[in-house]
């Protein structure tokens, strides 16, 4: 990827390049991540290394996956590492009522820390966000998003085909000869 940052009149560019592996367990993913592997970026004549994080994550669902438990361990290197802990429950195949619990490790009273939730709705190719979030430097943070999927939506299942009629077993021949009294 290519970041880019200004900051009035000094700007600054660099590469970097994101890392993942996951696998499916049955209904349990496991997931890691290392983010912003790369150079310093130049900025106002100064070198500034990138924010790197590592993640760690798992997640299971039940009940149908109409519930889908999570947890993730983050390891920043620019600020303090933290758990999360979420869950999502769908109660309709378009709907999905969220909650979530970060807590900031090897810091007390730190407002990131706490509860945050939301909601959601899919449809086909469209979807809608709603989520709150604790703030460290503000009031509580309401993001709102609107996102759409090029390319089609979810797969479907492929529709069954009627099997090919098989022709019925012939019937015996009729007896030759005279008939018998």
């Known amino acids: ?5 200004t900051l009035a009149t000094v700007s600054g560019t ?11 367990i049955g209904q349990t993913s496991i997931g890691a991540t290392i983010q912003n592997l790369g150079p310093d ?13 590592i993640r760690f994550g798992v997640s299971h669902g039940f009940l149908r996956d109409q519930l889908l438990i999570a947890t ?27 909650m979530g619990y970060r807590h900031e490790l090897g810091v007390s009273n730190d ?20 989520a709150m979030t604790p703030d460290n430097e503000f009031a509580d943070v309401h993001r ?6 090029f390319g089609g939506t979810q797969e479907t299942a492929e529709p069954k085909r009627p099997e090919p009629k098989r022709p019925a077993a012939p019937s015996p021949p009729a007896p030759k000869g005279p008939p018998v009294i």
């Open 72 to 98: 993730d361990y983050n390891i920043p290197s620019t600020y303090y590492r933290d758990i999360r802990v979420g869950a999502e429950y769908r109660p309709h195949p378009v709907l999905a009522v969220r």
């Open 111 to 130: 407002p990131a820390t706490g509860f945050s939730y939301g909601l959601g709705a899919h449809v086909g190719p469209v979807n809608l966000d709603y």
């Open 144 to 149: 709102l998003s609107f996102g759409y999927t």
């Open 41 to 53: 970026i130049s900025f106002g004549g100064g070198s500034y290394p990138l924010p790197r994080q």
């Open 14 to 24: 660099g590469v970097a390049l994101d890392l993942g592996v996951g696998t499916r």
């Open 1 to 5: 990827k290519v970041i880019r940052q």
